[in-house]
């Protein structure tokens, strides 16, 4: 053993020692020219999409491109490819975000806890028999707490792996790092398959409660370049990396955590890597080729979109170099589900827990006294997102009754999560409210000062571009400017103020004010805010080092539903209330 591995394998001992798995494969043939062609299969960002179901409308998915959902498409595509290359030839990989995203995963984390009943995970069930051959760790994987994500990796048949996840007391690896593959070729040497599992930094940020103090996440490059060798001096043939990072280059939080979208940039500074199988950015891209600046060698990316709406299929060629097998040709492409039908045997294997959760969202839980929509919510203040405000209002203000902050003012910050979202006239569901918060956030409440709400309005204004007086209004363009998403677009109730797009970022913020008055510098308010946004999540001024006045881990979409079911009534006439609007140098845009 070279004293390279052997300093990687201390420092990971616990975990490391366990690769000794190197895992067979069924005998793959070399050709008369002593090639080999291998294919590796990839999925990411499942997000508890095991079927071809929206539960949100209570229909079979269907979007404006027609693509379809699911592990159950997936599975199909993976038995065409695996009989039409030979399962000899074949792996099975996914880049993460698996257990987080549909209202199975809900259920199954919150309802009827997989941590509570023994059942095995939806997911867990899924995988299993479609046979994957490894998964990597997504963010969402730590939305629901670790003891709820070791039970679902407990259950999984294929190693998680998680390399620049480390103990917080230890710095040693939390999840396996790798796992390598051995493939047998008749007549011939076999080929190694080694796979490094990368997760997302930004998992300290978007998950700081269940995580802080516990684990670290460390830098995909610099963690690609401690194990890549490892990976090698065991005897890889072909090297991949599993990541759960887009491919940008950038993060959509600051600096003071490694970067969050960086499968690129593995690819371009760590040498000795194949392929770069990643997800998290939600992109189709079927083969992409980056230079490595040490070996000037192409290294192939590949993104199979998102919620099993594409595989990702990568084809490898192997041939002898001085008694070695190595890669010598390499293409993908991304392959849509939508081509195909679900595969049966994983639909009767999903049946009970669908069927349950089908049941749970279509529970009416209030009477709407009309229709809301939230169409129109990243551009007016609209009824449905004040519903949001007015249940986190309330909540905060009991809370804070009876102690020092009492006496502030509480305001709400929600944001257009869904333009989808509906609560019909008449009978209210759970999926009515889980279509309108899609997110399994939980309510804080901070303290700011009226310059901060200014500062953290300014900030979230960004989100809008800039329009001149007179000029047309493209709702097309008109929001989401420099790729700003809805979800960081954060409206603010229990203050007046208006948000003049004619002018520059930063400019924007007039009439800011509370009860009529304009809002001081230095008056203090608690604020309603979710654990995404108080963490850091968008990057919003001020927030993270607030004090916090209120943190009981209640889930926001609960409270809602709590909400409406003790009510029985969803009336916009006792929370609608238009605080807020856009105007062009004190004209209203709409």
Do not use: C
Not at 82 to 89: I, Q, V
């Amino acid at each position: 053993m070279s004293s390279r591995i052997g300093r990687a394998l201390a420092a990971g001992a616990t975990v490391v020692v366990a690769i000794g798995l190197l895992a067979p494969a069924a005998p793959a043939s070399a050709t008369p020219d002593h090639s080999v062609k291998i294919t590796v299969m990839a999925s990411s960002d499942i997000h508890g999409n095991a079927l071809n179901w929206d539960y949100f409308k209570n229909a079979e998915f269907d979007d404006s491109a027609h693509n379809d959902v699911g592990l159950a498409k997936v599975s199909t595509l993976v038995n065409q490819i695996r009989k039409d290359r030979g399962a000899d030839h074949t792996l099975l990989f996914d880049s993460g975000d698996t257990i987080q995203g549909t209202p199975l995963d809900y259920y199954y984390a919150k309802v009827e806890p997989i941590t509570e009943t023994g059942q095995t995970h939806p997911m867990a069930k899924a995988m299993n028999a479609i046979g994957y051959d490894a998964v990597t760790l997504g963010n969402h994987e730590f939305n629901y707490g670790l003891p709820l994500l070791a039970k679902w990796v407990k259950q999984m048949n294929a190693p998680v792996l998680g390399a620049n996840a480390v103990s917080a007391k230890t710095g040693l690896p939390a999840y396996l790092p790798f796992i390598i593959k051995t493939m047998k070729v008749k007549g011939d040497k076999p080929v190694k398959v080694g796979v490094l599992g990368l997760t997302n930094p930004g998992i300290a940020i978007w998950d700081k409660a269940n995580v802080e103090g516990k684990l670290k996440f460390l830098d995909l490059v610099a963690t690609a370049k401690k194990w890549v060798p490892v990976i090698r001096a065991l005897g890889a043939d072909v090297v991949l990396v599993t990541a759960h990072a887009g491919d940008n280059g950038i993060s959509s939080y600051g600096s003071d955590l490694p970067i969050e979208n960086a499968s690129a940039l593995v690819a371009e500074q760590v040498p000795g890597i194949d392929a770069v199988l990643f997800g998290h950015a939600h992109n189709d891209v079927p083969q992409r080729f980056v230079t490595n600046t040490a070996t000037g060698k192409q290294v192939l990316l590949t993104e199979p979109s998102k919620y099993g709406q594409r595989l990702s299929v990568v084809d490898f060629t192997l041939a002898k170099e001085r008694g070695k097998w190595a890669v010598t040709t390499k293409s993908s492409a991304t392959i849509n589900t939508n081509t195909v039908a679900e595969d049966p045997k994983i639909v009767a294997l999903m049946k009970g827990q669908h069927d349950k959760t089908v049941g749970y969202v279509n529970q009416v839980i209030a009477q709407s006294k009309e229709q809301l929509s939230a169409a129109e919510s990243p551009y007016k203040d609209t009824a449905i997102l004040d519903y949001i405000q007015k249940v986190q209002t309330d909540l905060v203000t009991k809370a804070v009754a009876g102690t020092a902050d009492a006496s502030l003012p509480v305001l709400s910050i929600a944001a257009p999560f869904s333009r989808t979202a509906i609560f019909p006239a008449g009978p209210v569901s759970v999926r009515d409210m889980a279509g309108l918060y899609v997110y399994d956030n939980t309510l804080l409440g901070v303290k700011l000062t009226g310059t901060q709400i200014k500062d953290y309005l300014e900030y979230s204004a960004k989100y809008f571009a800039q329009v001149a007086p007179g000029a047309p209004i493209d709702l097309g363009t008109l929001t989401n400017a420099a790729g700003t998403p809805d979800y960081n677009y954060d409206q603010l109730s229990g203050v007046s103020y208006d948000i003049d797009i004619s002018k520059p970022v930063g400019q924007r913020i007039l009439n800011l004010s509370y009860k009529g008055a304009p809002v001081a510098a230095g008056q203090q308010f608690v604020v309603a805010i979710n654990n995404y946004r108080q963490s850091g999540g968008g990057g919003f001024p001020h927030v993270t080092t607030a004090p916090v006045v209120y943190n009981a881990q209640v889930e926001i979409r609960q409270a809602l539903i709590d909400a409406a079911t003790a009510s029985g009534t969803i009336d916009p006439a006792t929370f609608a209330d238009p605080n807020w609007k856009l105007v062009r140098e004190g004209v209203p845009v709409f």
